[in-house]
C-alpha cells in the first residue's frame, strides 16, 4: 500500500516556497533596522550628537515597534493577516523614506517612532501565517526558514551601509530601503495565499489566562536577553572596535559582517536538531553558550573580541527556532498570536530599544566591556529557569517526533 502526505501534514519541500516569501518581509523589516549600528558612526557625526544620545534612536524605534505589537491583534482581527503584513510592510517602507529625508533629529525621532508603528505589526501576522501553512511537527524547520532573515540581514547590513556610503550619505541607506519595502510589498501581493484569516483582538480573560503563567514571563526574559544580546552587541560592535580597539570604520563593519557568516546557516540547522533534541536542553546549552561568548567578547585582543563576534551569534540565532516554538507550545492555540505580541513587545523594548541605549551610555561614560559582561551574565544565568518551563501544546515539542503520514490518499 502507497504512503502519502496527508492534507494535513505535507511534505517540507511544498511549504518552502511560501515560507521564503514569507521570510522576505520579514528580512526587510528586519535588514532596515539593525543597518542602524552600521550606519551610527556616519549618522552621529553627520547630526552632531553624542554616542549616549543615539541611544534614543534605537529606544525610539523599538517604542513605536513595542506599542503597534501590543495592538497588532486588533489590526489583524479587522484586516486578516495578510493585509496586516501588507500594511506593514508598505508602512515600513514610507517611513525609512521619511527617515531618509528628515532635516532634524528630532524630527528624524518622529519618523522613527512611525517607522516602528509599522514594523511591529508583522511579526504576530507573520507567525501566525507560517502555523497556519506549516504543522506543528515541522514548526521547528519553517521557523528555521523564517529565521534566516536575520541572519542575512546582520551580514549585508554592514555591506549595505558601506557600499551606499560610498555613493551618497546614511540618508541614501534608508531611501533605498524603502523603496525596497514597497516593491516586495507589491510582489507579495500578487503571489502569497497565507494568512487569509483574522486574528484574534485581545481579550482581558486570555490576556489573564497569558499573565499568571510562569513560562510566559520566563519566555518573555529569554527574549529580551536574546535579543538584547544579539541586537545589542551588533548595534554598538562597530562603535565599540573603533572607540576602543582603534580599527577603521570600514573595516569594523566589514568584521561585523564577516562574523555573521557562520550563524547564517545556524537557524536551520538549529530547526532539526530542535527536532530531535526537544525544547528544553535546547534552550539550556543555547542562552548558557550565548551567555559566555557575550563575556568573552568584552574582554581580550582585537583578535580574540572578533573571533567571539563570530561565535556569539552562532548560539543566538539558534535561540530563535526554539524560541518562537516554545511560545507556541506555552499557550492554547487560539492565544498563540496574543502570547507572540506581548513577548516580542517586551523584548522589542527592552532587548532591541533599552539594552542598545543602555550599552551606549555605558560604552561613552564607563566602559563597553561592563555593559556587554553583565548582559553575559544574565544570559548564562537565565539557563537556570528552563528545567521549570511547563508546554501546554505537547504536539509541538514532543522529543524525536517525526512527521507522520496517512496511508492511501
Request: hydrophobic content about 50%; aromatic content about 10%.
Amino acid at each position: 500500500m502507497s504512503i502519502s502526505p496527508s492534507p494535513a501534514q505535507p511534505q517540507f519541500t511544498r511549504l518552502v516556497g511560501p515560507l521564503v516569501l514569507i521570510s522576505t518581509i520579514f528580512f526587510l523589516n528586519f535588514i532596515s533596522r539593525v543597518a542602524l549600528g552600521p550606519v551610527l558612526l556616519p549618522l552621529q557625526e553627520d547630526l552632531g550628537i553624542s554616542l549616549s544620545r543615539t541611544g534614543l534612536i534605537f529606544l525610539t524605534l523599538q517604542a513605536g515597534y513595542s506599542v503597534a505589537l501590543l495592538n497588532a491583534g486588533w489590526v489583524s482581527s479587522r484586516l486578516t493577516h495578510r493585509r496586516t503584513i501588507l500594511l506593514s510592510i508598505w508602512a515600513i517602507g514610507a517611513g525609512w523614506i521619511c527617515v531618509g529625508l528628515s532635516p532634524s533629529f528630532p524630527v528624524m525621532l518622529a519618523c522613527l517612532f512611525a517607522t516602528g508603528l509599522g514594523g511591529g505589526l508583522y511579526l504576530p501576522s507573520g507567525v501566525a501565517s507560517i502555523t497556519d501553512i506549516t504543522p506543528s511537527c515541522h514548526w521547528g524547520k519553517g521557523f528555521a526558514i523564517h529565521e534566516m532573515a536575520p541572519s542575512l540581514s546582520f551580514i549585508l547590513a554592514p555591506l549595505l551601509v558601506e557600499a551606499l556610503l560610498f555613493l551618497g550619505s546614511w540618508r541614501l541607506v534608508y531611501i533605498v530601503l524603502g523603496l525596497s519595502c514597497f516593491v516586495v510589498g507589491a510582489i507579495y501581493r500578487k503571489h502569497s495565499t497565507a494568512g487569509r484569516f483574522s486574528g484574534q483582538p485581545p481579550r482581558l480573560k486570555a490576556l489573564r489566562a497569558i499573565l499568571t503563567r510562569p513560562a510566559f514571563w520566563a519566555m518573555t526574559l529569554f527574549f529580551v536577553l536574546v535579543v538584547g544580546g544579539e541586537i545589542g552587541v551588533y548595534n554598538l560592535a562597530p562603535a565599540y572596535l573603533v572607540k576602543s580597539h582603534g580599527i577603521p570604520r570600514e573595516w569594523a563593519n566589514f568584521i561585523l559582517s564577516a562574523s555573521r557568516l557562520l550563524s547564517l546557516g545556524t537557524a536551520f540547522g538549529a530547526g532539526w536538531c530542535i527536532d530531535k533534541l526537544g525544547l528544553k536542553r535546547s534552550l539550556t546549552v543555547i542562552l548558557s553558550a550565548g551567555g559566555l561568548a557575550t563575556i568573552g567578547f568584552a574582554w581580550g585582543s582585537s583578535l580574540w573580541v572578533a573571533a567571539m563576534l563570530v561565535l556569539q551569534p552562532i548560539f543566538l540565532v539558534a535561540y530563535f527556532p526554539a524560541g518562537f516554538s516554545a511560545l507556541t507550545s506555552i499557550s492554547e492555540d487560539k492565544q498563540n498570536d496574543l502570547t507572540v505580541s506581548l513577548t516580542v513587545t517586551s523584548a522589542s523594548l527592552l532587548g532591541a530599544g533599552g539594552i542598545p541605549a543602555l550599552l551606549a551610555y555605558l560604552g561613552e561614560h564607563v566602559s563597553f566591556s561592563l555593559g556587554f559582561t553583565g548582559l553575559g551574565v544574565c544570559l548564562a544565568a537565565s539557563a537556570l529557569l528552563v528545567p521549570f518551563l511547563d508546554f501546554r501544546n505537547a504536539a509541538a515539542v514532543q522529543e524525536g517526533q517525526e512527521c507522520r503520514h496517512t496511508e492511501g490518499g
